[in-house]
T-cell receptor, first 115, second 115 residues
């Protein structure tokens, strides 16, 4: 069965600093991986996704993630944090083995950005 | 089309009452998903439809939960005899049926409070 673990429920960075949000997955089949962002009292917005092909994936708002099969990781990074990046971030894997197309989410990492 | 729409955005109900939520997906999307998100957790998959067929419902939380999508367009999620533990954000998402790599678009959710 597929699963996702996000390391660190809360990450705090200074404005302009590197953002690194960690995600490890478990999957018995080649995974499809996603990062979503959620602002308070809002739904989820897709930042980026990995399906096949290039392992470095670029998304919206300057975010990118690298799929590393050997490490079963899909960490999210951004070179320079902005105040507007403060939100909760969710890593997800597509549940191939179960209901095709539904997502299995991690518990989320709340990102705070200090001025 | 402006995206996935959910109604109401907020619902306060007394314990034991029935509630129904509505989701209008993106018009060309034939898959529709329901998720529940409790405080501090990632979204948890409940059920999904492809057109009007409910293809997975084993993860609905109890027999008090039911969902319909009668004409393959909008969907409703009903909770009967609500309990305080049902308090959560209920999220709807839609996608095209292109396998597990398909991006799901989320609505803003319905926040349920059971008092």
């Amino acid at each position: 069965a597929q699963s996702v673990t996000q390391l660190g429920s809360h990450v705090s960075v200074s404005e302009g600093a590197l953002v690194l949000l960690r995600c490890n997955y478990s999957s018995s089949v080649p995974p499809y991986l996603f990062w979503y962002v959620q602002y308070p009292n809002q739904g989820l917005q897709l930042l980026l996704k990995y399906t096949t092909g290039a392992t470095l994936v670029k998304g919206i708002n300057g975010f990118e993630a690298e799929f590393k099969k050997s490490e079963t990781s899909f960490h999210l990074t951004k070179p320079s944090a902005h105040m507007s990046d403060a939100a909760e971030y969710f890593c997800a894997v597509s549940d191939w083995g179960g209901s095709q197309g539904n997502l299995i989410f991690g518990k989320g990492t709340k990102l705070s950005v200090k001025p | 089309d402006t995206g996935v729409s959910q109604d109401p955005r907020h619902k306060i109900t007394k314990r034991g009452q029935n509630v129904t939520f509505r989701c209008d997906p993106i018009s060309e999307h034939n898959r529709l998903y329901w998720y529940r998100q409790t405080l501090g957790q990632g979204p948890e998959f409940l059920t999904y439809f492809q057109n009007e067929a409910q293809l997975e419902k084993s993860r609905l939380l109890s027999d008090r939960f039911s969902a319909e999508r009668p004409k393959g367009s909008f969907s409703t999620l009903e909770i009967q005899r609500t309990e305080q533990g049902d308090s959560a954000m209920y999220l709807c998402a839609s996608s095209l049926a292109q396998g597990a790599e398909t991006e799901a678009f989320f609505g803003q959710g319905t926040r349920l409070t059971v008092v």
